[in-house]
């Protein structure tokens, strides 16, 4: 898998708003993330561009934390996030639809990212690579299917 883009979308039954105003309170993350459990706003934070959050992520035993910076916030179009020194950019997108909303979530692995692994992780860059490449792509249908759920719940 050397992809290093992926995206993919669903429909929510819900407005682009209300929507937005989930997935951008990222204290609930650890509710649909199968590899962020947590996460906290620094200095009292909140969704706006330039706020900072650190996540807490658990994988295969795994334990670590990053610190992340919104650099979208649009309510009911957008919520985006780079994690670190430019590493790795999430991101929501939504738009209306006929049903509800269609959600987008996306993940790329930035230039910087890849080479701090080449530098953190030396000849086994590329399967750390690789590792953190599967879960985007085996995470994100995951965290889409819980975002609606919730959401229809409300």
Sequence with gaps: MTERTHHESITVRASPEAVYDLVSDVTR????????????????GGGRVGSRFTGRNERNGRVWETVSEV????????????????????????????????LTESWEFLP????MFHQKFGEDAGAQIRERT???HEGIPVT????????ERA
């Design 144 to 151: 889409l299917a819980a975002i609606r759920a919730i959401a």
């Design 112 to 115: 910087a990212g890849i080479e």
């Design 71 to 102: 650099v979208a916030a649009e309510r009911g179009r957008q919520f985006a996030w780079i994690v670190g020194d430019g590493y790795v950019r999430w991101g929501y997108t939504m738009a209306p639809t006929d049903g509800g909303t269609e």
């Design 29 to 44: 993350t650890g509710e649909w993330s199968p590899v962020c459990t947590s996460c906290w706003w620094h200095d009292g």
């Design 134 to 136: 599967e879960a985007a």
